[in-house]
Structure formats: C-alpha cells, structure tokens
C-alpha cells in the first residue's frame, strides 16, 4: 500500500503528456516510447532509429514535443539510463529530420546499434571493403551510403554487448 502511495505521488510530480491523435502513422510508437514499459520503449525507439520512412518521420518530427516530455519522465529515474541513450537517439534523429539537416547516414556514429550488415541489407550502404580495426580490435566493413555518397568505416566493437562504431571516411 506503502509502495502505491509513493509511485502515485512520484507520478504526479511528472510532467504529463499530451494527448495523441489516434490514425496518425507514428501514434503507435509514441505511446509506446511514453509508455513506461522497457519493451515497448526499446522497440519503439528501435523502429524510429531505424526507419527511413519519409510520412513516419515526417508524422513523428511533427509531434516532438510529446517525445521531449517523454524524456523528460524518464530523466527523474536513474534506472532508465539506458532508456535515457535511446531516447537522445530518437529526439536527435527527429530534430536532424525536422530541420532538414543531411543525409540520415550522419546520425551513424551517434547509434552504437547500426549494424553494417543490416544496412546494406536495406540498400542504405554498399559495401567497399573489409578488414581489421587497427590493433586487431574488431573487424571493420567500409561502406557508401547510396543516398549522398558518404563513406563510412564501421568497426564492430563489444563491452557488455556488442556495438558499432562509425566513423567518417575522409573524401576520396
């Protein structure tokens, strides 16, 4: 009883979120990213890094506020720090869709979970080259984004899980 108090009173203090209009094609992923649930949030945020669906983004830059209040409920509750990285993710790649910024391939090295083989299976990149970090520390994929022509090196890395770092290449 004790504990239903405190989590009342914890969640009156949060800001609330504002109603969402349903029909709309990034409804759905909103709910879930404000839902309080780490499933539906880490797939929805998962979905959202991922898409390059034009009306999606265009549907969810559109309705940032409601992503922003979302992190905000979050940041009160240290155990969501990682739910903390994913929502930075999504409020940068909404923003840098917003405001018409370049090319979706600059947000790889600030994703750690673009993995280069699910990018050239979805004609995002083509492969140029593969080989070794420096140091025999992961193996390494070069890639050209088919959109602005970019190139990229993509080196596999792995801490508690494995992760991607991107770093541009420089012109050729």
């Not at 492969?127 to 090196?153: K, L, N, S, Y």
């Amino acid at each position: 009883m004790i504990r239903t108090l405190l989590a009342r009173l914890r969640d009156a203090s949060l800001p609330s979120l504002p109603p969402l209009q349903d029909g709309r094609p990034g409804t759905a992923l909103l709910q879930a990213l404000g839902s309080g649930d780490y499933g539906r949030l880490r797939t929805a945020a998962a979905t959202v890094a991922l898409t390059r669906d034009a009306p999606l983004l265009d549907d969810l830059a559109a309705q940032l506020p409601y992503v922003e209040i979302a992190r905000a409920r979050y940041t009160t509750d240290p155990k969501w720090i990682r739910e903390h990285y994913e929502l930075d993710f999504v409020l940068r790649k909404l923003r840098h869709w917003r405001d018409r910024s370049g090319c979706l391939c600059q947000l790889y090295p600030h994703w750690m979970h673009y993995q280069p083989g699910r990018e050239i299976a979805s004609g995002h990149v083509l492969p140029i080259a593969t080989g070794v970090a420096d140091g025999g520390w992961g193996d390494t994929q070069d890639a050209t984004c088919t959109v602005c022509g970019r190139g990229w090196r993509c080196t596999d890395r792995e801490y508690h899980a494995p992760w991607w770092e991107w770093q541009a290449l420089p012109p050729a």
